[in-house]
């Protein structure tokens, strides 16, 4: 965004870099107080652990020099703007391009490893750090993102020369160490030579990945796999339905643990039966071909559950709820909801949620919702256009158990609706 103008953009990769790339014209700043450039772009663009560079790429027309002096930038990694602490530095690197454009580095960051998890966002901002001029004659081409260029010393050199003890094992021998690991790992030993790339292709590799019914699972593509590393991606990026529709399937990238989405319809629901109070509809954007949409009901009741064979062992599971609301889902969206997630047999976590939130008025009411609200889970928005609220979560052992959940909004006598469910879903939880 240039001086409050919202700029259409794309991000491109080639060689390594990655850039943001202003759609159908480049802007120029004629005038403006102050001057601000934010955005953001996801991790899974740029390289795994490695550092990079940020730039502005620009040409400067007019009296603009000392203006440059007065700007403060950041660059913010998994975090968002209002939790962030942007640094102040100067453009003070300019460096003249071969493509006749001007460069300003702004700041470095370490993409960790992060690129596996679509949650994660890279936030950056060009902004003046005195808002004393008004500011003329910028002409933006873009953001760009590349590896930070290495000087190497003594040692680097030392080990360049060095053969690696690994080059003396046959490829099939790294193919199958590589197997043992996980599909993020696999990715990282690839930048270690030619060899390792060589390896990492191997469908030994990545069938250790895929699960143990994958070949079940290929006639719902379209498509001819070419490898299996092609199918591993195709699972991660685009679910399959199974169990006749009644649930989705897909792997976590960077682990290639199971994750699952069950459909409402062979669930409990109190009055789910009943046109009047619930109705299954259709839409485009829902991986189901039918989903619940909640008409008016007194008592909202939701349960159902599903046997842990379907999740991956020794791993700790978060469950959450996926929905949309419809003209503010009155009596439901801004008032806390009972739910609760655990194993068959055994005390279930319980916690509160909310489908939106309390309204916000005045300072006093404020300070009293926040402490009302302390303990109340938000939704947050999904990259698919739903939201999604966390319902608990719980470890599964050996693939052995039964998971059950329950979403309760009892305790009011008021009528609800305006809520569309997509489903439950089921995938490893986030490493806090």
Not at 317 to 336: A, M, R
């Amino acid at each position: 965004m240039v001086h409050g103008i919202e700029l259409g953009s794309h991000w491109t990769a080639r060689s390594g870099v990655v850039r943001c790339v202003f759609t159908q014209e480049v802007p120029q700043l004629v005038t403006g107080i102050p001057f601000k450039i934010y955005g953001l772009l996801k991790p899974k663009l740029l390289s795994p652990d490695t550092q990079y560079s940020a730039y502005v790429v620009y040409k400067a027309k007019d009296q603009i020099q000392d203006v440059q002096k007065s700007f403060g930038v950041g660059v913010i990694v998994h975090e968002t703007p209002e939790g962030a602490k942007w640094e102040r530095l100067e453009l003070t690197k300019l460096e003249k391009r071969e493509d006749g454009w001007v460069e300003a580095n702004f700041g470095e960051l370490l993409n960790d490893g992060g690129f596996m998890d679509d949650r994660d966002e890279i936030w950056f901002r060009i902004s003046e750090i005195k808002y004393s001029y008004w500011t003329s004659g910028f002409i933006i081409q873009g953001i760009e993102f590349r590896p930070v260029k290495k000087i190497p010393d003594a040692g680097d050199l030392m080990h360049a020369t060095m053969p690696s003890p690994f080059d003396s094992l046959p490829v099939d021998c790294i193919s199958t160490i590589i197997s043992f690991t996980s599909p993020r790992d696999a990715c990282v030993a690839a930048s270690i030579s030619k060899t390792f790339e060589s390896a990492v292709k191997s469908d030994t590799v990545w069938e250790k990945f895929l699960p143990s019914e994958y070949s079940s699972l290929i006639p719902q593509y379209s498509r001819v796999f070419m490898s299996k590393k092609e199918l591993y991606f195709a699972l991660c990026d685009d679910p399959v339905l199974i169990e006749d529709g009644k649930k989705s399937f897909w792997l976590e990238k960077a682990s290639g643990k199971r994750c699952i989405m069950l459909s409402l319809k062979e669930s409990s629901i109190t009055w789910g039966t009943s046109p009047q109070y619930w109705r299954w509809i259709s839409i485009p954007e829902s991986r189901f071909e039918k989903i619940a949409e909640l008409l008016n009901v007194c008592w909202f009741d939701i349960g159902d559950g599903m046997h842990t064979r379907y999740l991956s062992p020794r791993t700790h599971y978060s469950v959450y709820i996926v929905f949309k609301t419809k003209n503010g889902c009155p009596n439901l969206g801004d008032s806390p909801v009972d739910v609760g997630v655990g194993l068959v047999g055994q005390e279930p976590s319980q916690k509160l949620i909310y489908f939106i939130g309390p309204p916000g008025r005045g300072r006093g009411r404020r300070r009293r919702r926040e402490t009302e609200t302390r303990d109340v889970t938000r939704p947050e928005a999904r990259e698919d256009g739903w939201m999604e609220a966390e319902l608990g979560e719980f470890y599964n052992d050996s693939c052995c158990d039964d998971i059950s959940f329950s979403i309760i909004k009892t305790n009011t006598p008021h009528w609800k609706s305006g809520l569309i469910v997509q489903g439950i879903e089921f995938r490893p939880a986030k490493v806090r």
